[in-house]
């Protein structure tokens, strides 16, 4: 089936700091491939998507590149904010068919100054 | 404002009890979905329903009912509460794929619950 795995932390970084945070899916076909992000006590909001191969998402300073050969896409930002302090979470949504949203288990990301 | 209305925004409930969540979107997406999002558990998606008058089940499917007798509104019914089922429930919608930059679920800002 459809799953997404991705990295869990919690992690902790000093303002400025590079930001990784790892995806990798498995999926029949070809799906499209999110970003969400959640912050405090607000619902999710779409950070970024690609929905083919070597598509670049990017929004905000953060972007992820969609590579079918790895099955991977993976999140970076050069340089976090305190105000991107939230908790992250990859997902995939397959074409056609149901199209249901299949969600990694979210990574919580602090930022300090 | 254009998006996803959930109600009520916080509910404590008896074990035992029944309730509905009550979820409308007005941007006449075909595609609604219900999740739970619980600590280290991400999230996990209830029932979804491709369009008026068809729902499925998702992952965790048990002591909730749909139903979607309209495009607008998407309501999970609990049965019988139980504590188990004390968690955050979101709300989501989207537009059918096939193309173009309707891929993205539009999600509402939650309900959290609480079973006692």
């Known amino acids: 089936g459809n799953s997404v795995t991705q990295m869990e932390g919690p992690v902790t970084l000093s303002e400025e700091a590079f930001l990784t945070i790892n995806c990798t899916y498995t999926?029949?076909?070809?799906?499209?491939l999110f970003w969400y992000v959640q912050y405090p006590g607000e619902g999710l909001q779409l950070l970024l998507k690609a929905t083919k191969a070597d598509d670049k998402g990017s929004n905000k300073g953060f972007e992820a590149t969609y590579r079918k050969e790895t099955t991977s896409f993976h999140l970076e930002k050069g340089s976090v904010q305190v105000s991107d302090s939230a908790v992250y979470f990859c997902a995939l949504r397959r074409k056609g068919g149901s199209e249901k949203l299949v969600f990694g288990k979210g990574m919580k990301l602090t930022v300090n100054p | 404002n254009a998006g996803v209305t959930q109600t009520p925004k916080f509910q404590v409930l008896k074990t035992g009890q029944s309730m509905t969540l009550q979820c409308a979107q007005d941007?006449?997406?075909?595609?609604m979905s219900w999740y739970r999002q619980d600590p280290g558990m991400g999230l996990r998606l209830i029932h979804y329903?491709?369009?008026?008058?068809?729902?499925d089940q998702g992952e965790v499917p048990n002591g909730y009912n749909v139903s979607r007798s309209t495009t607008e509104d998407f309501p999970l019914r609990l049965l019988s509460a139980a504590p188990s089922q004390t968690s955050v429930y979101f709300c989501?919608?989207?537009?059918?794929?096939?193309?173009?930059?309707?891929?993205?679920?539009?999600f509402g800002s939650g309900t959290r619950l609480t079973v006692v």
């Open positions: 941007m006449n997406h075909e595609y």
């Open positions: 999926a029949t076909g070809y799906p499209s």
């Open positions: 989501a919608s989207s537009a059918a794929g096939g193309g173009g930059p309707n891929y993205g679920y539009t």
């Open positions: 329903s491709v369009g008026a008058g068809i729902t």
